[in-house]
């Protein structure tokens, strides 16, 4: 709920999300859910129709899914709630299609990779290795996951009932253990996690700027 430009980051989500006619949301609440439920209501007021699910413990990235799965029917956009980007979500999209895949995993270039989860794809797109935080001389690459995917039902088999589960950490190299494929998708459009002061700065700047428009 930090602010950026007059509107919290989860706004300048939703509102990326809608741009690209995603109108059916759910957010995962756990520390201060009321701020969260309290400004975006039930999401008339911005276009979307937004439920949530309240985690009493933290579950993780992935485990945040194990008490929503039965709604989750269909191919579905998991997105961080700390990413400022302007991605093409209609194009992915159209990756994702195109793989005829159970997974696919928006990729960007990082300067530093020891911050993010590292990947490194094949000639086709698809991912071979995978190492979440790695030490500078262990990482083999500076291609990072962008905290953006689609998911097809049939991966939250892999993700265990009430338990902590993250994406990077435990998800994708399951999913990679079990020969689940998996496409990266590289993407050339603005995209920042805020994670720290630095960082929230920077997308302070650089909205100012007009480098993204979500």
């Known amino acids: 709920m930090l602010p950026l430009q007059g509107k919290p980051l989860l706004e300048h989500i939703v509102i990326w999300l809608r741009r690209f006619n995603i109108r059916e949301l759910i957010i995962n609440l756990h520390y201060m859910p ?19 699910s309240k985690e009493d413990k ?5 485990g945040a899914l194990d008490p ?16 400022l980007t302007d991605l ?9 299609t195109k ?9 960007y270039t ?33 291609l990072a996951n962008a905290g953006v995917f689609i998911f097809a039902p049939s991966v939250l088999e892999f993700i265990p009932r009430n338990q902590y589960f993250d994406i990077g950490h435990d998800l994708i190299p ?12 590289p993407i050339s459009e603005y995209l920042l996690d805020i994670g720290g002061e630095e960082r929230y700065r920077q997308a302070q700047r650089d909205l100012d700027l007009g480098k993204v428009r979500p």
Not at 36 to 52: E, K, L, P, Q, S
Not at 102 to 107: N, P
Not at 111 to 138: C, H, N, W, Y
């Open 99 to 107: 793989r005829n895949g159970d997974v696919s995993m928006a990729v």
């Open 110 to 142: 990082v300067e530093d990779p020891t911050r993010a989860g590292i990947v490194e794809m094949d000639d086709a797109g698809m991912l071979v290795r995978f190492q979440e935080k790695p030490s500078r001389e262990e990482a083999f690459s500076n």
């Open 68 to 83: 929503i799965r039965d709604e989750l029917t269909n191919s579905f956009l998991v997105t961080y709630g700390d990413l």
């Open 174 to 185: 399951t999913l990679l253990e079990n020969g689940v494929k998996v496409s990266c998708y």
């Open 88 to 96: 093409n979500l209609e194009k992915f999209a159209g990756w994702h």
């Open 58 to 62: 933290l579950l993780g990235t992935a």
């Open 34 to 52: 009321d701020s969260i439920t309290t400004h975006f209501g039930d999401g008339a007021d911005f276009g979307v129709r937004i439920h949530y």
